[in-house]
């Protein structure tokens, strides 16, 4: 992509897959292997969080699942592309199993990147609009190590159950919860003046925004349920795009 564009990154969070998906869902996966072909060759493919409904490894061995995706993904790194994990609430535990399947950094918390020239804040966003429906007791059990010691004390069937018990079916956000979702977010860029970087991109509320305040923008990225929401990075400007009705914007599909 280089010799095309200055730099070029791909977005996306929140698509909760399962790791046995019904029909509805095995389409969402069959779309995000394509988002996945998209990915090849450019810059970097940022994976924003909640990409996995659970996840889960152990010393020698993980859950059966998923295999379609992660060996997409295989394919994107054999492009060259550089692959980014930032953890969500539901998948913060794959990064050790990322670091060493594809190179990512071992630390999936928020971070910021330099890409293309901007400083851009990645943050899965669980706890930073402080919305509760999406906000699940999941969060507080896996950010914190004696969560993951009792978890590995249970037998993975039980783990398993458990955790599609307590994390729900995720889905986009209502009307009436996006309006609130967005009024927290301006409130939130308001408040930072002098924060060390110019974007925020986040996903987690399942409603794609955007915001503007000074020197400094936010985008929250819809997830990938009704919306095939991602972003796009190029040339210094960032896009949020539904992969239904823009599948390609590098236009790399030939036309026939
Ligand atoms: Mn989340």
Partial sequence: MSDLHGSTTLFVADSHFH????????????????????????????????????WFDYPHFRLDGYDEILGALDDVRNTGTRLHFIGGNHDIWAADYFHRRYGTDPDANARILELGGIRVLLNHGDGLLGYDWAYNTFRAIVRNRAGILLAKSLHPETLYALSTWLSGASRSATRDESEKIVTKGRRWLKQQDDAPWDLMVMGHVHHAFELVAGPRRMAALAGWFDTLGYGLLMDGRFRLLDFAETPDPLDRIPTR
């Fill in 19 to 54: 790791l046995v998906p019904d029909a509805a869902e095995a389409r969402r996966v069959a779309a995000f292997v394509r988002f996945l072909e998209l990915a090849h060759g450019v810059d970097d493919l940022v994976l924003l969080g909640d990409i996995f409904d659970f």
